[in-house]
């Protein structure tokens, strides 16, 4: 009888076992401990490349690379090389890619902190922290998360961007299959996302271009006295969120969508065809915002308007009714105030004839 519990018992250890191996493929037994280092140009460029598994980047004030970490069984070695101010960290596979937790690196690299930081994944997470120099990404199939210091441009497919680039005066984004989360300083801004929302919020741009196709997108910004924001949706809402009432020409249309204003004159609907358009001047500044739509709705405001209601949920409020209780023909939108100067287009078939805006 003990010998048949035994039995029992053995054998149950041996199916938790190897369902065990099957669960968690990824094992002590299975990932051997790397550690690399070398001495490098501290104002160089550095490439990075890998496939499978996550990089924690993170810059440092040493003159040098060191990679740590573990590489899985199917991972030849992790090489470190330099060439004059160019260096790379590369992940070399023992038979080319192979899918599988054999192929997989989890890695921490440190480079020197003002290094301009080339970064090439698949199947990879990817983690920034304290990079002062341009950052440059190419990712399929992973997260990208973490800060900036410099310049950063980045591509995915099939992952979510969620970065602040506190001093970047460049920042270029593009997305496929994947939400975008970008906060910074501004400057010079391109954001496209096919298939994916994305959320933009800078302190100033100077010249802006934003670009969505089935998804939304959410921008908040200071536009610069002399400014240049485009935005274009195809199937997405586009929604601004100005720091202040910015002075400039505004011109929006959109083919099948709704346009919201909180600070200046309502859409006009355009006398042939479908969609609606708005054109005015705000004040007397030389910036300019164009923005087309295509079945996706349209929405101005500032920051301190955006959101008020009153207690009932209704945009309207009782101020902006008269003695009768009705609403004026030219009221604002609720908590917008009085509306700025500004200077309407004549309501001519020329003025409401779509047109195609010119790219920045």
Not at 96 to 112: A, F, K
Not at 125 to 143: H, I, P, Y
Not at 144 to 170: C, E, L, M, Q
Not at 202 to 228: H, N
Request: aromatic fraction near 4%.
């Amino acid at each position: 009888m003990a010998t048949t519990h035994y039995l029992i018992r053995s054998r149950h250890w041996l199916t938790g076992g190897l369902i065990g191996a099957v669960l968690l493929p990824w094992t002590a037994a299975q990932a051997r401990p790397v550690h690399e280092q070398l001495t490098v140009d501290p104002l160089g460029a550095v490439e990075i490349a890998d496939v499978a598994g996550s990089v924690a980047l993170s810059g440092w004030d040493r003159p040098e690379i060191e990679v740590t970490g573990t590489a899985g069984d199917e991972v030849d070695r992790v090489e470190v090389t330099a060439s004059g101010s160019r260096s790379a960290v590369r992940v070399i596979s023992r038979s080319g890619w192979t899918r599988g937790s054999g192929n997989e690196t989890r890695l921490t690299i440190h480079v020197p902190t003002k290094s301009a930081v080339m970064v090439t994944l698949v199947s990879a997470d990817l983690a920034l922290d304290r990079l002062q120099g341009g950052v440059k990404l190419q990712t399929v199939s992973g997260d990208v998360t973490g800060a900036v210091g410099g310049d950063f441009r980045a591509t995915t497919v099939s992952g979510t961007i969620n970065v602040t680039a506190a001093a970047a005066k460049v920042i270029e984004v593009k997305s496929v299959s994947g939400a975008i989360h970008v906060s910074g300083s501004g400057g010079e801004v391109e954001v496209s996302t096919i298939s994916g929302n994305a959320t933009v919020d800078l302190e100033s741009i100077a010249r802006a271009r934003f670009k969505s196709v089935s998804g939304d997108l959410t921008a908040g910004f200071a536009l610069a006295a002399d400014g240049r924001f485009e935005g274009e949706s195809v199937s997405g809402n586009l929604n601004v969120k100005f720091a202040g009432t910015p002075a400039a020409d505004f011109d929006v249309q959109s083919m099948s969508g709704d346009i919201r204003n909180c600070f200046g004159p309502k859409p006009a609907k355009a006398q042939y065809g479908p969609g609606s358009r708005l054109s005015f001047k705000n004040g007397e500044g030389n910036a300019r915002v164009q923005i087309e739509t295509k079945s996706g709705d349209v929405s101005l405001c500032t920051k301190d308007m955006q959101g008020r209601k009153d207690s009932s949920g209704k945009k309207d409020s009782q101020e902006n009714k008269d003695s009768a209780g009705k609403r004026p023909v030219d009221a604002t939108v609720s908590g917008c105030g009085r509306p700025p100067m500004f200077y309407e287009v004549g309501e001519t078939e020329q003025a409401d004839r779509p047109r195609r805006f010119p790219l920045i």
